[in-house]
């Protein structure tokens, strides 16, 4: 049988990694909006071809 210890430190791990993730893909994000690479979200161009202003 499992305990709950084991449960709860099996779940902070995966916790954990999961943020790691959040945050290199964050990074990824910033480091392309930035560098004025990042075509998807609220910054990307109109249909126009214009940047939005």
Do not use: C, N
Not at 32 to 53: L, M, Q, V
């Amino acid at each position: 049988m499992v305990s709950t210890l084991t449960i709860g430190a099996i779940l902070t791990l995966l916790a954990w990694v999961g943020l790691q993730a959040a945050v290199v893909h964050g990074k990824y994000v910033v480091d392309k909006i930035a560098a004025g690479e990042y075509r998807k979200g609220p910054f990307s161009e109109t249909t126009d071809g214009g940047p939005r202003e």
